[in-house]
């Protein structure tokens, strides 16, 4: 089901106005959804911009490609996409090798236009698109003693430089829980501003969940399993008392080693001030209530 | 080697030590600027603090290095060692400010974190310790607390060097290899004023 989730985000300067309001409108008619789509445009004035293309495919966090935030940028071209297969497997109806084109066959893709908030304290605004998860895991087929969703990313030690030199073990691996996964705002992006995912962006499918810490948007995905029981998650192996594997985006919860209370926008220049990290990224609203009940500092 | 190092000392007695300081102002002014113009990436501030900290950990290495280097290679670079030890001290504060000033951004922040962040603690630790090291490298002062008093009081800079790297290491994510690899040059750096690794003096 797309169009579970309206943006709030703008990306009126990206676009001429004109012309994105037009779009809205096309996309609206014909989801048959006019009068939400009003509602949608009106809610458009909440100030906050897309990074610019630029921004967001040079500063990434891939470390296949290296620690460095110009690593990937520099090193990701190697990584070969087409054709790309993703196993699925573990508690699914109809689990099997498929390739990319098969995976999102029927789907409707849409753009998601986010806030994403590393867990280095920094942030942006992404215009992705792509499709939401609980699509494609409907798709294969949810068995009824499925809890959770494990997700592998490629470790290619041929094309990834990071790989080779093993700076954290590979491949990483992240999960979420079945309803955080199936929740509208969970979505795989297969691209950006309307553009086939770069390679450093974690091309050709990766994982967004605008609520989490950036690490948990797994990127470049081989592999999705249904599982019963909790799976392992990259940094939560390496350092499980500095990332959790809710991981939800908590400014009153600080990181051991750095406070969470405030984020830097990335692309302001040298003087950019810090703002306010928003509690749940500013999703809260959406998705509080999978937390409910939940102590959210012992559940970091 | 020998002809290496004897040419190589020949030319350096004709490059006088102030020069260290013009290039170190000039590379400290060219990276601010590369961080206005956009020539340091999408995220500058974070970039201009690292980079600061990064060529000012690099000449604690080099000043480091001066004594085994006469000592073992005969490579004599004595006379440069006040002006790398002051620029390594420009850079850590520019790193300093950098970080209190663009990136933390509010005196309760700056506070909160020397505070309550174990590396930043250290880091500031490190910094403080380097303050009477750069207001007593002048003649002046060597002359009024005489040589020994002067030598013990420099001999801060062994552990300035341990707790930048314990600095570095701890605020990195994951296991990256350099502040590691900078450890280990220290390390070194510092076995070999350890008494019984030196060779005889000569008489």
Known sequence: MAYRWKNTLTRADVTPEAMWLNRRQIIAGAAGLGAIAAAGAAQADEGL??????????????????????????????????????RVDGLVDN????????????????????????????????PWNGVELADILTKVGIKPEAKYVAFESLADPETMIGVRRQVIPFPYVEGLRLDEAMHPLTIMATGLYDRPMPNQNGAPIRLVVPWKYGFKSIKSIIRITLTEE??????NMLQSREYGFYSNVNPEVSHPRWSQATERRIGGGLFNARQDTLMFNGYEQEVASLYEGMDLRRNF | MMAFVDTANRQLRRVPAWTIYIAGAAWAGWLFWLGLTGGLGAEPINALERAYGEVGLKLLVVTLAVTPLRRFLGLNLIKFRRALGLTAFFFVMAHFLVWAVLDVHSL???????????????????????IPLTLTSNDQSLRRMGGAA???????????????????????????????????????LLATRIRRFLPAKAA
């Open chain 1, 95 to 126: 689990p099997g090798d498929y390739s990319l084109a098969q995976l999102l066959d029927g789907l409707t893709a849409e753009e998601r236009i986010y806030r994403f908030r590393c867990v280095e304290a920094w942030s942006m605004v992404v």
């Open chain 2, 150 to 188: 002067w030598r013990k009081l420099h001999k801060l800079t062994y552990p300035v060097s341990l707790l930048v790297i314990v600095h570095y290491i701890w605020l990195t994510k994951g296991f990256p290899y350099e502040p590691l690899a900078y450890g280990a040059v220290i390390v070194v």
């Open chain 1, 230 to 235: 909790q799976p392992p998650a990259t940094w």
């Open chain 1, 49 to 86: 911009e897309p990074n610019s293309y630029e921004d967001i495919t040079s500063y990434n966090n891939f470390y296949e490609f290296g620690t460095g935030k110009s690593d990937p940028a520099e090193n990701a071209g190697a990584m070969v996409t087409d054709p790309w297969s993703i």
């Open chain 2, 108 to 130: 309760s922040r700056v506070w909160a974190d020397i505070v309550k962040r174990p590396y930043v603690t250290i880091g500031m630790a490190a910094f403080l310790m380097l």
